[in-house]
């Protein structure tokens, strides 16, 4: 049996306040939907009076895969100490006059090459081969400013060797914010790897040790407890939620005349025959619905990373769709999103995967107080956070028929919801603020950490 939790070497020394180590990569000002939730983790570790370094890569390598939204670190709080570190993907270079000749004249052998060159050190392709890097960042760190915790937030999964290393060096503690799991595939919804293969030796030692598993729903925390089942009092669900400042904070009163609009903000990282359900299911309300037939479905987010962000299939078929009111405007600053929700009279949440999935967008959507279309399959962990919400159209799946319904039935709630049914759809969402959820948590895991 795995032994219990490992004790912390003793309390700060008077007058010195505790400090973690937060292996955070994808902080701000990393335009990706995993930076929310690092931002607050931050901030409220030094609402409870710790310091914090944060580990992240160089921005510049950011803007290589999925961009840059410098108005993010404006929520940081400035005593954050962040450290960047020169580490990039290689595969998402898109300069070829830096290409050696055997990238340049086969770059798929080229690619072949790379993933078993980065999994020699740690199995994790892209991200492994920065093992020591990382290893050395947190020794530094410690040696400059004693850490009474380290955090490891995964993907990347690498940063699991960081902490370890840590904590076998110098009997640092440390806790792990998995998300969305990594034993667990949770698009498909299956094991994503054996217990006795390489990925599985290393999450199994890591967790042995660990003083906190966090995930981001029940389903992938019933996994783990499942799995692990002498971890099982270890494992916490800390939802992702929403910042209270996306949100427009008011009623909405939608002006059928001028045209409904409808609108999705996220990642574009969905199927192709996913993204021409929705479109097609669009098409077919604009043509059935009279309130629809001057209405407009605007989207907003990135598409893909390295040299197919912006430019690829995706973008392409929302360009043919324009003929029916749909139109793309691509990233958006987090600055922006109040005031483009507040444009918007119908949210549309499309999302990938099923119920090991929940995504941070389904909350920032309930705040909207908007009606909300969903194109996800039906038993869907976002099914279980929207439920009793009033506004909700329901998960009818990736259905063309259902979902013409759907967007039919959100466009009368959008010009016929009364005050009293958009107060209780804000009360809904009210429960999932990301600083409320984020408090308990980190407040939660200090706690863990002094017995």
Not at 117 to 124: A, L, M, S
Not at 193 to 215: C, I, M, N, T, Y
């Amino acid at each position: 049996m795995a032994s219990s939790p490992p004790s912390p070497s003793g309390p700060p020394a008077e007058g010195r306040r505790p400090h973690v180590i937060y292996l955070a990569i994808g902080f701000p000002p990393a335009a990706k939907s995993s930076t929310y939730r690092m931002r607050e983790t931050a901030n409220q570790f030094v609402k409870v009076g710790w310091d914090v370094t944060v580990v992240n890569i160089a921005r510049e390598s950011w803007e290589l895969d999925s961009g840059i939204d410098l108005s993010l670190l404006d929520a940081v709080d400035p005593r954050v100490e962040i450290v960047e570190l020169p580490l990039a993907r290689e595969d998402l270079e898109t300069d070829l006059r830096l290409y050696d000749e055997a990238r340049a004249l086969n770059p798929n052998g080229w690619v072949a090459s790379l993933r078993r060159r980065q999994t020699k050190t740690f199995p994790e392709p892209n991200f492994g081969e920065w093992r020591s890097d990382l290893e050395q960042a947190v020794a530094k760190i410690h040696r400059e400013k004693t850490a009474d915790l380290v955090l490891a937030s995964c993907v990347p999964y690498v940063n699991l060797a960081a902490a370890w290393k840590l904590w076998e060096d110098e009997r640092v503690p440390y806790a792990v914010d998995f998300r969305d799991g990594w034993s667990i595939d949770v698009i498909d919804g299956v094991e994503a790897f054996a217990r006795d293969s390489e990925e599985g030796r290393w999450e199994k030692k890591v967790l042995d040790q660990a003083v906190s598993l966090w995930v981001v729903n029940d389903p992938i925390a019933e996994h783990y407890r499942t799995r692990y089942p002498e971890f099982a009092d270890r494992v916490h669900v800390v939802r992702n939620g929403y910042d209270a400042d996306s949100s427009p904070g008011r009623v909405h009163n939608a002006d059928p005349d001028k045209g409904l609009v409808f609108g999705y903000l996220g990642t574009v990282n969905f199927s192709i025959p996913h993204l021409e359900t929705v479109l097609n299911a669009w098409r077919a309300a604009r043509e059935k619905e009279p309130l629809l037939a001057h209405a407009r479905f605007e989207l907003r987010g990135h598409i893909g990373n390295g040299a197919n962000r912006g430019a690829n299939r995706h973008a392409e078929v929302l360009k043919e769709a324009e003929a029916d009111g749909v139109f793309f405007g691509g990233p958006a600053a987090k600055a922006e999103v109040a005031s483009i929700y507040a444009g918007w009279d119908a949210m549309v949440l499309i999302l990938i995967g099923g119920r090991y999935v929940t995504s941070g967008k389904v909350y920032e959507y309930m705040a909207t107080g908007l009606p909300i279309v969903s194109a996800h399959a039906v038993e869907h962990d976002a099914s279980n956070v929207l439920r009793g919400h009033p506004l909700w159209t329901g998960a009818p799946g990736l259905d063309v028929e259902g979902l013409t319904e759907s967007f039919i039935r959100a466009a009368h709630m959008a010009v016929e919801t009364t005050d009293e049914e958009h107060a209780e759809a804000m009360a809904h969402a009210n429960q999932f603020t990301r600083e409320a959820l984020m408090s308990v948590a980190v407040k939660n895991l200090v706690e863990e950490l002094a017995k």
